[in-house]
């Protein structure tokens, strides 16, 4: 299994401060709390989250992200998501384009679908390796359900922030809908370099990510920067997100960020670097706009912007989804006009 300790980040290198979040305390509606992470979420859309209660759970993942990694190219390979959109399954390092010259990507990953998690031990979407289904029910679905928990208290709190109904973005991310909300276990090769960039810059494309890194490696470009900057890993600190689809619904007020990965810096550099994440997306029916009608706040923002037409894509969650999945891999690639049809909120932001 990944290695549970790593030289330590170096302190010479600068790194962007997240507002560090009680779960606990959140869980409990405290107002203080609760304003500290919906200033998180409005400015940076970055934050570290701590006394999730996941750490173990997250343990059993990486185990099973290893033994999956483990297996020959040939096996992970019989479930690979292919070329039209889909997710789920097993990814090969270099599947991927990194940016409109067709770089490729360095990171192999497996993701499982939340619905078939839910569905165990029927099949809802796809089949997996065997060494997921050997830990699906005492591993994989565990997590996925405290992740659904974590996030759907924090996405109730941004109902209740944004002035829209009581349950309002509860109702969107449903359960019971098929979406493209999903767990992957990242693995990158170690790599003599520092520079290369494992996973391209890009904004997540649905509502949260519930992120586990075990090294340093992740990157955020903060608001108004050119200049990219690392995020310190913390142990036992989850790092979350806001992604396309909460930003869309609030009307710009929830920040979606551009990120990228890179190899581990320092004394962590050459190893193999691992991560866990948990995405929460809409339900594949739901449509992707502001929600102004039901909340006044989100109706003024919409009237703010310089461009309140990217708050009305037109698109459902699957579309958006799917888009960008299919336009990242490199059998599809055209020419750069391929990876520009991939991009989500950052390139429509004014």
């Known amino acids: 299994m990944p290695a549970l300790t790593f030289p330590a980040f170096p302190d010479d290198i600068p790194t962007h401060p997240l507002l560090v ?8 509606r405290n107002v203080g709390e609760v304003d500290r992470l919906w200033e998180a979420a ?18 059993g993942m990486f185990e099973l992200g290893a033994e999956t990694m483990a297996l020959p190219k040939e096996e992970k390979m019989k479930y690979e998501q292919g070329d039209e959109g889909m997710s789920f399954g097993y990814k090969a390092a270099g599947a991927n384009a990194i940016d409109a010259t ?7 990953f497996l993701n499982v679908a939340k619905d078939d998690a839910l569905a165990w031990p029927k099949q809802a979407r ?13 591993t994989i679905v565990p997590f996925v359900q405290k992740s659904l928990e974590i996030n759907n208290t924090i996405l109730d709190i941004f109902s209740d922030k944004l002035g829209l109904p009581a349950g309002s973005l509860l109702r969107y ?36 990510s519930f992120l586990h890194n ?9 608001p108004g920067s050119e200049s990219w900057q690392y995020v310190k890993p913390i142990p036992r600190h989850a790092i979350c997100n806001v992604g396309d689809a909460l930003s869309i619904f609030s009307g710009g007020i929830l920040r979606s960020n551009l990120h990228r990965v890179l190899p581990p810096p320092g004394a962590q550099a050459g190893q193999e670097r691992w991560s866990l994440v948990f995405f ?42 799917s888009r960008r999945i299919r ?15 991939s991009r989500g909120t950052e390139r429509i932001e004014a």
């Open 21 to 28: 979040i009680d779960y606990q305390l959140i869980k409990e």
């Open 42 to 59: 409005t400015k940076l859309g970055f934050w570290y989250l701590k006394n999730h209660e996941a750490d173990a759970l997250v343990d």
């Open 102 to 108: 067709g770089e490729l990507d360095t990171a192999e």
């Open 126 to 138: 796809r089949a997996y390796p065997s060494t997921a289904n050997a830990r699906m029910e005492s």
């Open 173 to 208: 991310h449903s359960a019971d809908e098929f979406s493209g909300s999903e767990t992957r276990v990242i693995r990158n090769a170690p790599t003599s370099s520092t520079t290369k960039v494992a996973i391209g810059s890009h904004t997540d494309f649905g509502s949260l």
């Open 214 to 222: 075990r090294q340093g490696g992740l990157q955020v470009l903060p």
């Open 280 to 321: 929460i997306r809409p339900g594949n029916s739901v449509v992707l706009r502001a929600l102004a009608e039901d909340s006044a706040m989100i109706a003024d923002a919409v009237r703010a912007s310089p461009d309140s037409s990217k708050f009305d894509t037109g698109s459902t969650a699957l579309d958006w989804f």
């Open 327 to 341: 336009n990242q891999r490199i059998n599809n690639r055209k020419g750069p006009e391929t990876w520009k049809a």
